[in-house]
Structure formats: structure tokens, C-alpha cells
């Protein structure tokens, strides 16, 4: 007799049984064949990004949107845009462009505006392109 009201709870379902590789092989179809391994680590590409940033004073996660809203914005231009952590220089945090730093904290004096900071990666990578809102007026 099943007891009803509010103190009554359903059991709990059982989790199925764990399947020995043996029953899984004899069960299922086979699995797909490992992906190969890459022979090399891919050649950077170019146009190049890095966020070089101080680890030290957790910059990291202003680094990673700094890179993603760079990525959102030129997309398939940027051939792709790395996160450095450099701890060598306490304070650091350096946008680059194919080695030509475009933003640096400490010669600024301040983080960089992303408006700011697209235009002069745009004026690198590609010239002319509307940056829509954020294009300087």
C-alpha cells in the first residue's frame, strides 16, 4: 500500500548498472577511431594579437575580454590573438599587432577604452573597415 500525503516521497530511481568494456564492446557499435594527433603545433598566423598582462595583479580576466570583444569585433581578420601572461614586469598589461605594441598601461597611464583600442588595431589590420559605434567621429 503506497502512503500518500506530505511527508511521502516517491523512491528515488536507480541509476542503471555500469557496463564492463567488455559488455559495452558487445553491446554497442563500435566507437570511433581516435583523432590523429597533430605531427606539428600550427604556424601563428598573421595578423597576430597579444595581450601580454601581469599575472600577479590578476589581469587575466580583463585580458580575456580585452581578447574576445577583439575577436567579436575583426572576427575572421585576425589571424589570432593570444593571452601572454608576463610576469617579467610587475603592472604590465601590452596590446600588440604583429609585434608593434598599440597599447601599453604604463606609457598611457591608464587600461585602454575598447573604442579606442579597436581603432588602432583596425588601423593595423585593416584599414578603412566601419567599426560602426565604435568608430571616432
Excluded at 573604442?115 to 573597415?129: A, E, H, I, S
Aim: a positive charge; charged letters at 25%.
Amino acid at each position: 500500500a503506497l502512503r500518500t500525503g506530505p511527508l511521502h516521497h516517491p523512491p528515488a530511481p536507480r541509476a542503471p548498472a555500469a557496463r564492463t568494456p567488455t559488455q559495452w564492446r558487445a553491446s554497442a557499435a563500435t566507437p570511433p577511431p581516435p583523432l590523429p594527433l597533430p605531427r606539428s603545433s600550427p604556424a601563428p598566423r598573421s595578423p597576430r594579437v597579444v595581450v601580454a598582462y601581469c599575472p600577479g595583479c590578476r589581469w587575466g580576466l580583463r585580458a580575456g575580454w580585452v581578447a574576445q570583444e577583439l575577436l567579436v569585433t575583426f572576427g575572421e581578420v585576425l589571424g589570432e590573438v593570444a593571452m601572454q601572461p608576463y610576469g617579467e614586469e610587475p603592472g604590465t598589461f601590452d596590446v600588440w599587432v604583429d609585434g608593434e605594441c598599440v597599447w601599453c598601461r604604463k606609457k598611457e597611464g591608464r587600461f585602454p577604452e575598447m573604442k579606442k583600442l579597436k581603432q588602432r588595431v583596425r588601423d593595423r589590420v585593416q584599414p578603412g573597415m566601419d567599426l560602426g559605434h565604435s568608430e571616432e567621429k
